[in-house]
């Protein structure tokens, strides 16, 4: 299980260090890919082909079926940690979560988010906290 939280910085090659706690579960290479929230989302090797097995099931002559399903695997990429605990994000991601100079690694259960710092900053607000709180107690969660 993924938690916690992370700050680095990416370089000018576009390579952010992987904290050793993620790098232990995620294994020398696995996939990211772009996350709903403007992030990227990593995924081990084992999530990723559960995830693209529910992909393949959904039934794509539903229009938001194959878009949702090219959202998530068009930019896929999978990438190697170097002997310096760095991974090498691909272009298209960098643009796409606008990682620049600071980034954020954020353990999230089976998944490790990657945010730039400044989009972090603006959507971890928990203002709605007692709301959402609320609402998953209807599903099951309770604190």
């Known amino acids: 299980m ?14 952010v260090i992987i904290p050793a706690k993620f790098r232990e579960a995620l294994g020398d290479s696995f996939v990211v890919t772009k996350g709903i929230d403007d992030c990227l989302i990593a995924y081990d090797k084992n999530e990723w082909n559960v995830f693209e097995e529910n992909l393949k099931k959904l039934p794509t002559i539903q229009k938001n079926n194959r878009k949702f399903v090219r959202f998530f695997l068009a930019g896929a990429a999978e990438v190697e940690v170097d002997k310096q605990g760095r991974i090498l994000v ?27 710092k400044e989009r972090w900053d603006a959507s971890a607000t928990y203002d709605d906290i007692d709301e959402i709180a609320e609402n998953m107690a209807g599903l099951g969660i309770m604190i």
């Open 2 to 15: 993924f938690m916690g939280e992370y700050n680095h910085t990416i370089d000018t090659k576009g390579r």
């Open 90 to 116: 691909p272009p298209v991601l960098r643009d796409f979560a606008g990682l620049e100079k600071d980034v954020v690694l954020v353990g999230v259960a089976n998944k490790v988010e990657i945010w730039s």
